[in-house]
């Protein structure tokens, strides 16, 4: 489409209009866009009527579940998707020479991760970006960037998900953790916990997801490696909880050291193996920061990756990029 068609073609159509067509495209419901857009289902229904008006040709098939896109409606999305991505570009750009991120960023993190993490930087997150309107997904569910309309997301692991772009936020490492009252009570009981072999005697708090209910590996300093068993009667999805229930005296727990650090620096959650790295799938994981493949990086993520990094500056070694 050479310049005088698109310039005709902007003139006849709103280019709000279009961002809707795309955001049901992907969303795959009036009411979710809407609840995305905070308006009325109504309204986002008839500015799709009016579109297929316009046009003279149906885009969506409707369903009782689902809107999906007609051939004509797929081949249009593919024809303006990328105009609409270089408008916000030369949007982003002039922006970025002269105001803050305006709009809307969607951020998704884990519940725990946003607890303990994301929550406690809001404050100064709204201050440094007075104009940018941020909504935070909170959900153990890796939800999918793209159709959902998401920004960015934390995700927490040794790698990166396929098709995605990121950089890391910072190392992380586990801990086996546990009261002080606890560790007392053991020494009393006969059963220390003096080195790892002796969880055996020990019922874990368990997180529960595969490996980390069944074995935990522990590295000594020479780099060996040994596999332990773990078993427990008390099986936990959410890290918080898990927390909780070791802070509490229940007994071991395998923990992220962003859970934890605050409590082993103050004394209420205790390392008994500090000589050991610890782990239940691999010994380099890492707190990432995703986003979706795009031609290009919009000013508000760009500019909130650089947030968040600087905010956890004192948790890393410096991120970088993750080679693929």
Not at 120 to 126: A, G, V
Not at 176 to 195: D, H, I, R
Request: glycine fraction near 6%.
């Amino acid at each position: 489409m050479i310049w005088h068609d698109i310039h005709a073609f902007l003139e006849r159509m709103d280019i709000e209009t279009l961002r809707i067509f795309g955001d049901v495209a992907r969303r795959g419901s009036f009411a979710v866009v809407a609840r995305d857009r905070n308006t009325d289902p109504s309204s986002v229904s008839r500015t799709i009527a009016s579109l297929e008006d316009e046009l003279h040709v149906r885009l969506f098939q409707r369903s009782t579940r689902r809107m999906t896109l007609t051939e004509a409606g797929a081949k249009y999305l593919a024809r303006i998707e990328p105009l609409i991505e270089e408008i916000d570009h030369a949007r982003d750009e002039a922006l970025a020479i002269s105001v803050r991120p305006i709009g809307t960023l969607r951020l998704t993190a884990s519940i725990a991760f946003g607890y303990k993490c994301i929550a406690p930087i809001l404050p100064k997150m709204r201050k440094a970006f007075p104009e940018l309107r941020v909504e935070l997904l909170l959900t153990d569910v890796n939800v999918d960037l793209v159709s959902e309309g998401v920004d960015l997301a934390v995700r927490l692991g040794p790698s990166l998900d396929t098709g995605l772009i990121g950089v890391r936020l910072f190392n992380t490492r586990y801990r086996v953790c546990v009261s002080p009252s606890y560790l007392e009570s053991c020494g009393q009981q006969g059963k220390p916990l003096a080195l790892p072999a002796d969880l055996s005697k020990h019922k874990c708090l368990l997180l529960n997801l595969p490996d980390y209910r069944s074995r935990w590996l522990f590295r000594d300093q020479d780099g060996t490696i040994d596999t332990i068993s773990v078993h427990g009667d008390i099986i936990i999805s959410n890290p918080l909880v898990l927390t909780a229930c070791a802070l509490d005296g229940m007994g071991p727990a395998l923990l992220a050291n962003w859970l934890v650090d605050e409590a082993l620096g103050n004394g209420t959650l205790v390392d008994p193996f500090p000589g050991y790295a610890v782990s239940a799938t691999d010994f380099e994981t890492a707190a990432w920061l995703l986003y979706p493949s795009r031609a290009y990086l919009p000013n508000k993520v760009r500019v909130m990756i650089d947030f968040l990094r600087k905010s956890f500056t004192d948790k890393s070694q410096g991120p970088r990029h993750r080679p693929d």
